[in-house]
Nanobody, 115 residues
Framework: QVQLVESGGGLVHAGGSLSLSCVAS????????MGWYREAPGKQRELVAT???????DYADYAEGRFTIARDGTQNTVYLQMNSLKPEDTAIYYC?????????WGQGTQVTVSS
């Protein structure tokens, strides 16, 4: 079972940027998708961005144009660059690896955006 370890969260002012990293214990190309999800207090976990094994990306509407997902296969690492952050982006951000119908999750990293 793959282990996913996120880092890079923190506290930032509105309009600022953060870069999240997710290091996988397995080859990320073994998974159909790698991605990021987030969970805000009192809300369900939701998609932020995903990247298919072929490199196709998919973004939530709120993330389009502000967030960028990237990967480094040599480091088995997936990144999420977040720019122009807003208070409503405050959430725990989770790394996800998907293999067919199986989902694997990291422990999450807290992102807090102050107004």
């Amino acid at each position: 079972q793959v282990q996913l370890v996120e880092s890079g969260g923190g506290l930032v002012h509105a309009g600022g940027s953060l870069s999240l990293s997710c290091v996988a214990s397995d080859n990320i190309f073994n998974y159909n998708y790698m991605g990021w999800y987030r969970e805000a207090p009192g809300k369900q976990r939701e998609l932020v961005a995903t990247m298919s094994v072929g490199g196709t990306t998919d973004y939530a509407d709120y993330a389009e144009g502000r967030f960028t997902i990237a990967r480094d296969g040599t480091q088995n690492t997936v990144y999420l660059q977040m720019n122009s952050l807003k208070p409503e982006d405050t959430a725990i951000y989770y790394c996800n690896a998907r293999l067919l119908r199986r989902n694997f999750w990291g422990q999450g990293t807290q992102v807090t955006v102050s107004s």
